[in-house]
Nanobody, 127 residues
Framework: QVQLEESGGGLVQPGGSLRLSCVASEPTFSWGTVGWFRQAPGKEREFVAATRWSGGSTPYADSVKGRFTISRDRAKNTLYLQMNTLSPEDTAVYYC????????????????????WGQGTQVTVSS
């Protein structure tokens, strides 16, 4: 069973930046669609950003557009989420997710379509 592992979370002041990383336990894991989701205390898990490993459209949640950037390094088999201009509203546990299927753009925000999930990394934005 492939496992995903996130890293890069932590405590940051408002306006600061963090970069999250996600790697698969198997180097040859075939990514189809990859994405980031987050869950704040007392709230449901919500979509942040996604992309196809092969490239193409990259949908973002409206709340992070212009501040967050999803990217992948094929050579390192690693998924990233660059987060800039962070605010306390971004405080949450961030999860990376992967599917072996390449989903259409309109479906990428749907959590049940992802077969693999990481354990999550905590991001806290506070002064």
């Amino acid at each position: 069973q492939v496992q995903l592992e996130e890293s890069g979370g932590g405590l940051v002041q408002p306006g600061g930046s963090l970069r999250l990383s996600c790697v698969a336990s198997e180097p040859t894991f075939s990514w189809g669609t990859v994405g980031w989701f987050r869950q704040a205390p007392g709230k449901e898990r919500e979509f942040v950003a996604a992309t196809r490993w092969s490239g193409g459209s990259t949908p973002y949640a409206d709340s992070v557009k212009g501040r967050f950037t999803i990217s992948r390094d094929r050579a390192k088999n690693t998924l990233y989420l660059q987060m800039n201009t962070l605010s306390p509203e971004d405080t949450a546990v961030y999860y990376c997710a992967a599917s072996k299927k390449s989903w259409i753009t309109g479906a990428m925000a749907t959590p049940p379509l992802y077969e693999y999930w990481g354990q999550g990394t905590q991001v806290t934005v506070s002064s």
